[in-house]
């Protein structure tokens, strides 16, 4: 292997360097083992080992320190020959012949005749009619939390658990409850629960909130058993005019028919005519005439 003066001059002062630690490594050792050995000749050539590594660990230190400084002064006596450029010898590429590949048959490309382009569902809003019936003056606070909806027939008031939940309900529905958690609520300010079927109002309730500001809820409808058509119905809850939760279920089998009243028929009251009363003729009583008494006259 051939090495450059500088190549030379790197490695030699890497390996002084190296060799100066390790000496200086040795002399520490030499001179913490012999204030240990009991013995006095073992104790004196160990101490003398430590200064004859720590002499050698100085030495090769200064040839470390020195070797790069002296590169110049070995030019002198070896002078460094010209490095030889090489001229790059330009290498053919070899040139790719092309495969002819087998062109694929036009096929024809079906044309659409119409695009789907989907509709935007609008966001729901709080018909005019409901809106007059507001009453409340407080503001909304950002932040508020609704969880989705859960329907129910039946509800647990102490705990607000749902007892029969589901999102399709049979003929006769009855009395149904649309169940949430809530969060960041601001007594007094407005809030709307509306029912739809099919797009039509049926049912709403709107009012100042009078629950705390975290908890359980719910808004329910208990409508006669013929409303309850069959289809899909939607609960949409409002606080102020902002739209915060929504929920869906289906009504399956026909309501069940109510029963006619009985209208009672108006009776006239029959009014009993008293029978004709000849009305009776005044029969003139013939006065009887008073006879005079005669009175006897007495004789003197």
Known sequence: ????????????????????????????RAFRTAHKLPFFRMRRARLMLGWKMLFAAAVLAAVA??????????????????????????TPTPTITLTPTITPSPTITPTLSATYTPTPTPTPHIPLAIQ???????????????????F????????????????????????????????????????TAIWY????????????????TGG?????????????????YQ??????????????????????TPEPTATPSPTIAATSTPPYTPTPTATETPTPTRTPYHTPTPTP
């Open 216 to 232: 359980y809820g719910f808004t329910d409808w208990n409508p006669p058993p013929s409303a309850w058509k069959p289809g899909e």
């Open 197 to 212: 079927y099919q797009g039509e109002v049926v049912h709403y309730e709107t009012k100042p909130w009078d629950w705390p």
């Open 235 to 256: 609960v949409v809850i409002f606080v102020g005019s902002q739209w915060v939760v929504s929920g869906t279920f289906t009504v399956e089998g026909e309501p069940p």
């Open 65 to 90: 320190a020195f070797l790069p400084h002296g590169e110049p002064v070995v030019y002198h006596f070896y002078h460094p020959s010209p490095t030889p450029t090489l001229t790059p010898t330009i």
């Open 132 to 150: 007059a019936k507001f009453t409340a003056s407080v503001t909304p606070q950002p932040g508020v939390v609704f969880s989705p909806l859960v």
């Open 152 to 191: 129910t027939q039946g509800l647990d008031l102490q705990n607000y658990k749902p007892l029969h939940p589901g999102t399709v309900f049979k003929n006769p529905v009855g009395h149904l409850y649309a169940v949430f958690s809530y969060d960041k609520m601001q007594p007094g300010v407005q809030w």
């Open 1 to 28: 292997m051939a090495l450059d003066i500088h190549t030379t001059v790197v490695v030699a002062t890497w390996l002084a360097g190296v060799g100066a630690a390790v000496s200086l490594l040795i002399s520490v």
